[in-house]
């Protein structure tokens, strides 16, 4: 057997860009400090990455650029405890710690000549981001590509930079929603999965994807199922608490997958041969 | 396999010799327990019965250095500070002398997890090439012992360097690895060819000594079955107490937390056992448990060892039947029982939510 890496040594890599999204949540742009493990540096879509501090320690997140776009590393945090606050706190030109990429993908090789229905919830935009940027970026290997994103308030929505083009743009198909109407909201006003209903896409060579928080997902799901999408059409990430990011410290299982590794995207085909535990 | 003898009177000069090339852990008697320390003249081995602490943190420590990280300052400017990552694997030649066979064999359940093809652990691993396991065979069962239960038996060599069976006068010593082999050259051990019979009778009772054999075959598909019954949880789990003194003490138990800690400039990345039992095990930061009661932490803790551990690893339950689990449970929470009645008691229907 030939000798891995220590798989939890991080790379230390510098913050080169940070800025809020939303009143919680923040965005971190970081490069690896080795240019040239920069240079080989590769992930897919979905794929994670352990971000650290040293010295308050470490929490998962997506990458939530696309591997097209290889300048930097892109992680959207929300402040939630600890580690996420003192994130929350880093500045330009600070040390963090990366392990990455780990974890599956989405399965953007098979998704290929299909459509797509991406439906993104608050913060559970940041994994669906990471793909649809790669799709744009492969724009002529997919068919049509629909986007509904939806959050509480406008001020809750994260990625507002993208939006100009995502709504804008003639090869895709954009729904932005709220939870209650808002002054100077000019978009839907709904909950996702009742809006979802509403635009009623067609289940046709066509595969959706999902992530939000655990209620949307439920409802959203039931959706989805009513639109007439099978179990093997719809795609989720599941979050869960992880610490080594390698399958073995034991706190992601499910049964006898582990969420870091196995994960975190699943059909929903997948998750209904998992015990219940979400 | 060469067999030799080692006389009782011998035995400690064996361990010094032994301990004069590296750390020799022995079981001794700490206040009521008997824990696994270092060996040194004079200490006296407790080996007429099990350790109340398997010898797990020989390999897997309580708590250890992944890494070490400083911050330093660039005194040009001083808002300019680079972190500086240090690797910290502590590895010295060991022997565990006295280990039962349950004990040992619980590393070969971390083995398929730690040293892998999809990952290795390297402080894990440098601690096992450095590692020798010198067992005693069990002369007889204590009331909790059911390694025969999970393919195992009380004169199991496998992860074993040495076995060692007590016979009248002393012990014969077997080798069982090419490593083992070499601390079988002592002067101090004679020709034990003659006593092989002897210790096949001290193996043969000491099974025996163990009762009826229950196979588990089914506890894999009949604890997923099991999985939407609450109330059966509910029921097995009425009087644990979440301590966590089952995981704790458990040779085959191998989740573990990762903290930083960090004084000044400096730190070290720490990892610790952790603990399925308890309520912050799987909390996740949004507020969300998975495993809010201590009846789905219980499950999940007889599902990883009996259903989710075999059916990732050819069978091979992630118990070694050792029985401190039940032994040294403050309120008797007996995993045997529990998986018993798993495959025998009929599952009820979940309530519709």
Not at chain 1, 7 to 25: D, G, M, Q, R
Not at chain 2, 42 to 65: C, T
Request: aromatic share 8%.
């Amino acid at each position: 057997m030939t000798t891995l890496p220590n798989p939890y040594l991080p790379e230390i890599a510098t913050v080169v860009e940070t800025f809020p999204e939303t009143p919680s949540i923040k965005t971190f742009r970081v490069v690896l400090n080795n240019p040239e493990r920069m240079k080989a540096f590769s992930f897919k879509p979905g794929q994670v990455g352990q971000l650290s501090v040293f010295g308050v320690g470490e929490a998962t997140f997506v990458i939530n650029s696309p591997p097209t776009r290889m300048d930097y590393l892109q992680f959207t945090v929300m402040m939630a405890g600890e580690v996420t606050s003192k994130l929350h706190s880093l500045n330009v030109g600070d040390q963090v710690g990366v392990r990455a990429p780990l974890g599956n993908w989405f399965p953007y090789d098979t998704l290929k000549g299909k459509s797509v229905v991406f439906v993104g919830g608050g913060i559970g935009m940041a994994p669906l981001r990471t793909l649809l940027l790669y799709m744009l970026d492969n724009r002529k290997d997919y068919k049509d590509i629909t986007l509904l994103y939806g959050a509480r308030s406008p001020d809750d929505m994260a990625f507002k930079y993208d939006l100009p083009d995502w709504t804008t743009r003639k090869d895709m198909s954009t729904t932005l929603t709220i939870d209650r109407e808002a002054p100077g909201w000019e978009h839907k006003v709904g909950l996702i999965p009742n809006v979802l209903l509403e635009m009623n896409p067609s289940p046709k060579n066509t595969v959706a994807i999902t992530c939000g928080p655990p209620i949307m997902i439920k409802f959203t799901l039931q959706a989805l199922q009513k639109l007439g999408f099978g179990d093997d059409q719809i795609i989720t990430t599941l979050e869960k608490r992880m610490k080594c990011g390698v399958g073995i410290c034991g706190r992601c299982n499910i049964g006898t997958k582990y969420v870091c590794m196995d994960g975190p995207v699943f059909t929903y085909a997948e998750l209904k041969q998992l015990p219940n535990e979400l | 396999m060469a067999a030799k003898y080692l006389a009782s009177e011998k035995l400690p000069a064996w361990l010094a010799e032994l301990a004069a090339s590296r750390v020799v852990l022995v079981p001794v008697k700490e206040r009521d327990a008997v824990v696994f320390r270092p060996y040194s003249e004079g200490v006296k081995p407790v080996l007429d019965r099990q350790a109340n602490v398997p010898p797990k943190a020989s390999i897997f420590p309580a708590s250890e250095s992944l890494m070490s990280f400083k911050y330093i300052k660039n005194p040009e400017d001083l808002g300019q500070v680079a972190v500086e990552v240090h690797e910290t694997v502590d590895a010295p030649p060991t022997v565990v002398f006295g280990g039962r066979p349950c004990d040992v064999r619980g590393f070969n359940i971390f083995d398929r997890v730690y040293d892998c093809p999809k990952v290795q652990d390297p402080y894990y691993k440098a601690r096992r090439e450095n590692t020798l396991f010198v067992t005693l065979a069990c002369e007889d069962a204590e009331n909790a012992c059911f390694c025969h239960w999970v393919g195992s038996s009380p004169s199991d060599p496998v992860g074993s360097d040495v076995l060692l069976t007590p016979i009248q006068g002393g012990y014969l010593v077997e080798d069982v690895s090419k490593r083992g082999k070499a601390l079988l050259s002592s002067k101090l051990l004679a020709d034990g060819s003659k006593r092989s019979t002897e210790a096949k009778a001290v193996h043969k009772a000491a099974l025996e000594s163990l009762g009826e054999v229950w196979n588990p075959e089914k506890a894999p598909a009949k604890l997923l079955e099991k999985f939407d019954d609450m109330g059966f949880w509910e029921d097995v789990s009425a009087k644990c107490v979440s301590c966590g003194a089952c995981t704790y003490l458990c040779p085959t138990c191998y989740c573990f937390n990762v903290t930083d800690e960090r004084s000044g400039m400096k730190g070290e990345r720490i990892r610790t056992w952790d603990n399925c039992m308890s309520y912050l095990f799987t909390l996740e930061a949004s507020g969300h448990n998975p495993r809010p009661t201590k009846a789905h932490r219980l499950k999940n803790r007889v599902g990883h060892k009996f259903s989710y551990y075999p059916d990732i690893h050819e069978g091979i339950f992630a118990c070694c039947g050792c029985g401190r689990c039940i032994k040294l449970c403050p309120v008797s929470v007996d995993i045997r029982e529990i998986v018993r009645l798993a495959v025998e008691r009929p599952t009820a229907k979940p309530e519709k939510s």
